[in-house]
Nanobody, 124 residues
Framework: QMQLVESGGGLVQPGGSLRLSCAAS????????MGWFRQAPGKEREYLSA????????YYSDSVKGRFTISRDNAKNTLYLQMNSLKPEDSAIYYC?????????????????WGQGTQVTVSS
């Protein structure tokens, strides 16, 4: 079972940027697609973005398209999410997960491979 550890969250002003990382261990990171999700208090978990194992295919939800960029470094077993032009509504706990597959708004998480999350707060 792959272990995932998110980092890079914090407090940022509206319009600012953050880069989240998701470090993977204990599994074949390069063999999985990976995804980013977030959950705000009182809301359901939201699927934000995904990337194929070879970085040849990506997906972005409408809420982050044009502002966030997903990437991965298979040599470092690390997934990234560059977040620009942040808004207060982006405040949430951000999670990464390994995916068996994705396409459009469809995704399938691999087992129970969730990290513990990293808090992002966008506020002036």
């Amino acid at each position: 079972q792959m272990q995932l550890v998110e980092s890079g969250g914090g407090l940022v002003q509206p319009g600012g940027s953050l880069r989240l990382s998701c470090a993977a261990s204990g599994g074949a990171f390069g063999g999985y697609a990976m995804g980013w999700f977030r959950q705000a208090p009182g809301k359901e978990r939201e699927y934000l973005s995904a990337i194929s194992w070879a970085s040849t295919s990506t997906y972005y939800s409408d809420s982050v398209k044009g502002r966030f960029t997903i990437s991965r470094d298979n040599a470092k077993n690390t997934l990234y999410l560059q977040m620009n032009s942040l808004k207060p509504e982006d405040s949430a706990i951000y999670y990464c997960a390994a995916l068996l597959r994705f396409g459009g708004t469809f995704y399938e998480v691999a087992g129970d491979s969730w990290g513990q999350g990293t808090q992002v707060t966008v506020s002036s």
